[in-house]
């Protein structure tokens, strides 16, 4: 089967990677891709987001099967465009209908989706400028931190947690009168502050059946010790040490199980990736947000750790028996290690020349390429996010240190990275 991966950042090339070694996979395509994607496949030049492109794409090179790695496109409705092709009746895709994909594409519909559903999750609230001062006093009422969430996509960018009621307000005002985040911000949830661990559940599904994944944890601040503003995620390990046992009963339970029957219920074509981002609150799980989509930089750990034939996942996943299908981890942990540009998530320069990542590759470790373009032969920066450097260990511990030695080989201008990923499991 010809199959065609959309995305370019490290979790495509990951995904590209996995679906590679499937001996269902004939001819794997990937658009737009990256260096790193084209080693092990072949890029086409067009957007995620150019629907009539990939429409194209599909008949002329015979797709079998597209592959959705980011969300924009699902928010937009690729799903739902390339399914209303005749001629590609017969195409499986990967990733939910637009209707579904608003559990990620807005925060309202996926807390009022959890309210229907019992499903465990902060306390909220949601306002637009039509109930703007009754947002304001209830606001001031509100117990400190208070999580402030832009309703729609915002590049990760869009949720604030206020210290203060001065910060909280203004955040407010910026995020509905100013429109910070444009439309994105015209609604806003307002919500209880959650502390806990947090952790990234993965499921498969088709709407009635799913698979469980590798569970991850992601590192999201810029600075060792979880200090610093929010990134895309600077790295990741998996096995998560508490996912197990009780916790992932209740996590089974009382959120994976009532949210496929919710989706069967409501009706929402959903065959695809379901991401769950847990916290662990004394041990009981609530849901911090669902992505319609694999995490990025969690696939890097759990593409890596699944045994089984991804290509055979995804026709389980159309044709039925999905929930019957073994899914096999590989017993080892897995960590890794994101280099990004110095400046990230700030204000940082591209075109930066990467040398050593040819060799990062090498027993246990896996170089996933991420924001990094071809120019004359040579690997330049071209994002926030550059590459993610993937090992294998007994423990995380040894599967960080791997990452980290292999690292020192890897040099660019102004490179970043954490040396403390995995740090709350390390054993001493
Ligand atoms: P989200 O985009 O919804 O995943 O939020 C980004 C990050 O903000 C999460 O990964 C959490 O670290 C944090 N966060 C979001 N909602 C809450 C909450 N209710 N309580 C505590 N932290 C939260
Ligand atoms: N690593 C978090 C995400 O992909 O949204």
Same mark, same amino acid.
């Given at each position: 089967?010809?199959? !065609? ?6 979790r ?18 990937? $658009? ?6 084209a ?8 957007? *995620? ?9 599909? %008949? ?8 959705v ?8 409705? /690729?799903?739902?465009?390339? %399914?209303? #092709?005749?001629?590609?009746? #017969?195409?499986?895709?990967?990733g939910?209908?637009?209707a579904a994909?608003?559990?990620?594409g ?16 902060? $306390? ?6 039509d ?6 006093d209830?606001?001031k ?12 996509l915002?590049?990760?960018?869009? =949720? ?8 909280? !307000? ?6 509905i ?23 990234? *559940? ?13 569970? $991850? ?5 810029? &600075? ?29 339970e ?16 959903y ?20 992505n ?12 890596? %750790? ?28 897995? $960590?890794?290690?994101?280099? =990004? ?25 896996l ?6 373009r ?8 071209n994002?926030?996010? =550059? ?5 294998? &260990? ?15 080989? /890897? ?18």
């Amino acid at each position: 089967m010809n199959i !065609l991966l959309l995305g370019s950042g490290g979790r495509e090339h990951a995904i590209a990677w996995k679906l590679r070694k499937s001996p269902l996979c004939d001819h794997l395509y990937i $658009a737009p891709g990256n260096p790193g994607t084209a080693a092990v496949g072949e890029n086409l030049s067009f957007g *995620v987001n150019d629907f009539d492109a990939i429409t194209a794409c599909c %008949r002329e090179r015979s797709i079998g099967m597209v592959v959705v790695g980011p969300e924009d496109p699902l928010v937009n409705g /690729i799903y739902d465009h390339l %399914r209303s #092709q005749k001629e590609l009746e #017969q195409m499986i895709i990967v990733g939910p209908s637009a209707a579904a994909a608003q559990l990620e594409g807005s925060k309202a519909f996926a807390k009022a989706f959890m309210g229907r559903h019992g499903i465990p999750t902060a $306390a909220y609230r949601e306002f637009t400028k039509d109930n703007y001062e009754e947002g304001v006093d209830y606001l001031k009422q509100h117990a400190l931190p208070i999580v402030l969430k832009a309703d729609g996509l915002a590049a990760g960018k869009g =949720v604030v947690i206020a210290e203060s009621h001065a910060w909280a !307000l203004e955040t407010f005002a910026d995020m509905i009168q100013e429109a910070r985040f444009g439309a994105a911000s015209a609604k806003v949830v307002v919500e209880e502050f959650l502390s806990g661990v947090e952790l990234s *559940v993965f499921a498969l599904t088709n709407g009635r059946e799913f698979v469980i994944l590798p569970e $991850a944890k992601d590192y999201k601040r810029i &600075g060792e010790g979880d200090t610093g503003p929010n990134t895309g995620g600077m790295g990741a390990v998996s096995p998560v040490p508490f996912a197990q046992g009780e916790f992932m009963q209740k996590v089974m339970e009382r959120i994976v199980r009532p949210t496929i029957a919710g989706l069967h219920s409501e009706n929402l074509a959903y065959f695809g990736f379901v991401f769950f981002g847990l916290i662990n609150v004394n041990g009981d799980p609530y849901v911090i947000e669902y992505n319609c989509r694999m995490g990025d930089p969690e696939t890097e750990v759990v593409m890596p %750790r699944l045994q089984s034939d991804l290509v055979e996942l995804f026709l389980r996943m159309q044709q039925g028996g999905l929930a019957e299908t073994p899914v096999q981890f590989d017993p080892r942990s897995a $960590a890794t290690v994101v280099l =990004v540009s110095g400046g990230y998530p700030g204000d940082f320069e591209k075109g930066k020349l990467i040398q050593g990542l040819d060799k990062a590759t090498a027993g246990d470790t896996l170089a996933f390429h991420a924001g990094i373009r071809e120019e004359n032969g040579n690997w330049l920066s071209n994002g926030g996010r =550059v590459a993610a450097i993937t090992s294998y &260990g007994s423990n995380i511990q040894e599967a960080v240190s791997l990452s980290n030695n292999a690292i020192e080989k /890897i040099h660019f201008e102004n490179m970043n990275f954490r040396k403390d990923i995995g740090y709350e499991f390390m054993s001493r």
